[in-house]
């Protein structure tokens, strides 16, 4: 067979270096994948399907898995702005925090903002963010990626968030038409108002969605020059799952478009639609039997506790730290930090996250691990970082003296 192309399946930017490749039975192909984790922390995975030539579909497909670990911590790099009134502009400094020992600096930008001007301030420890007069009137929500000096992490993804408005103010963005069944319309209407008091001049309304839909502009009720009804109207729905796009909105008296994002989700004709609430109410109001009691009783008695898996000792001489998890639910790994003080700066000593040892997450782990980097006759300070699925990282112990011997 010809192996065409390799396609991800997500809206990831992922550089692929293959070109077609003919395959005899009982042979294997290589493509090489080169991954772009801009804002990614902790656990990922990126799916690929693989055409070949004279099938419409895949005929196959794979997953790449790993754990994306960071220097600039993610905690703060969201940033939610809210309603921006342009005429008012706004500024921010956001700071980042680095991990304990690691030195990084911001130095350029990489992709720039649609909103905001960008500065970096504090020797690149901070990134200061001036809102623009001439930014797109809408709602964003977007990635700002800015380099640093660090080839462990080269790009660090700022994501901000908000709604920039200008003189036209929409009644509500996005505009949400909630579960639609198959073969189902439905239409709404957006409310435009000139805050300014002007009259409100509408030029061409465009609608960008995978699915067709229907807009008219009226007058609104009472009338009021400063004033627009937008009505927008969804056809029969004909698709399954998340549908939408946005509104491009002309604004001919400010040369300006309005953007208003718009939603639905599709659902099959006979779709059941259940509270969770409301089941986990019943089931709470439900009665158990005496048998089921006793049952449930017998079972934690004669249960036998499950042995933690243990870590084997390492070889070396230098200080052995040991420690134990009872419960590892949501757990990957763990970080080992030291200093020669007990109050700092620490830095991490162990190359990699230590992955959590493959054993029953509820049982726990015993874990052994030697700093073969001691000098013999030195005191240091050690504590351990619990590292998240999700990234996030959680200090476990506090610092403990060990004298290397």
Known sequence: MLIERIVPRGTEKVTIGF??????????????????????????????????????????????????????????????????????????????????????????????????????????????????????????????????????????????KGQARGSVVPSSDPLDFGLLREGQAAEMMLVLNDVTGKPLNIGKVVAKSRMKVFTSVNDCVPKNESCKNVKVAYPPMNLLGTTG?????????????????????????????RSLEEDFKAAQEESKSISSVLQSSVTKTTEKAKAPATMSTPDGTGPLLKWQVTNEYDIYGYEIYRSVAETGPYSRVNDKILERLDGDPEAGSIYQWRDSSAESGNTYWYYINIVYNKGRKQQFTSPQKIVAK
């Open 19 to 160: 070109t077609p490749s003919q395959v005899n039975a009982g042979e294997s192909f290589v493509a090489e994948l080169d991954f772009s984790l801009t804002e990614e922390v902790g656990r990922v995975a990126h799916y690929f399907d693989v055409f070949v030539k004279g099938q419409p579909g895949p005929i196959d497909g794979f997953v790449v898995r790993g754990f994306a670990d960071w220097l600039v911590s993610p905690d703060g790099l969201g940033i939610d702005f809210n309603t921006i009134k342009l005429a008012q502009p706004i500024e921010k400094v956001i700071p980042i925090d680095v991990r304990p020992g690691a030195t990084l600096h911001l130095v350029g930008v990489e992709k720039p903002s649609a909103y905001f001007d960008v500065k970096i301030v504090r020797n690149g420890g901070a990134l200061e963010l001036h809102s623009r007069a001439d930014a797109p009137w809408s709602s964003f929500d977007e990635k700002l990626l800015i380099r640093t000096d660090n080839p462990l992490q080269p790009i660090v993804a700022f994501r901000l």
């Open 245 to 273: 796009g946005t509104l491009e909105i002309e604004l001919p008296s400010y040369k300006q478009n309005l953007v208003v994002r718009f939603g639905a989700i599709g659902i099959g004709k006979n779709t059941q639609i």
